[in-house]
C-alpha cells in the first residue's frame, strides 16, 4: 500500500507506461492475434514482437533527445525507409544487389 498521496500518483503514472507499452505491442507490432499453432511458432512470434519492441523504444528514445513523434507515425516513417532502400537496390543491376534484394524479399 502507498503511505502517501504522492506515491499513490507515482505508481499509478507507473501504470500508464506499463499499459502504453502493452497497447504499443499489440496495435503497432500486432502482436495479437497469433495464427500460429504450434509452440515453437507461438513463442517465436512473441519473441520477434518483443525484439520489435526494444528496437522501437531504443529508437524513440533516441529520437526524443531532439524532436517529438508518435510511435505510428515512426513506424510509418521506417517502412518507407524499407521501401527506399529496396527501391535503391533495384537501381544497380549487379549481382551483389540481386543477392540483397533477395534477402528482401524471401
Known sequence: M???PYEAIA????LWVIEEQFRINKHNLKMRPIFHWTKQR?????????MSFAVLKTIEY???????ISVTNMVELLISVQA???LHDTIEDTSLTKKILLRHLV
Open 2 to 4: 502507498s503511505k502517501t
Open 11 to 14: 505508481k499509478y503514472a507507473r
Open 42 to 50: 507461438i513463442e517465436a512470434h512473441i519473441a520477434m514482437c518483443y
Open 62 to 68: 533516441k529520437v526524443a533527445l531532439t524532436q517529438k
Open 84 to 86: 527506399s532502400i529496396l
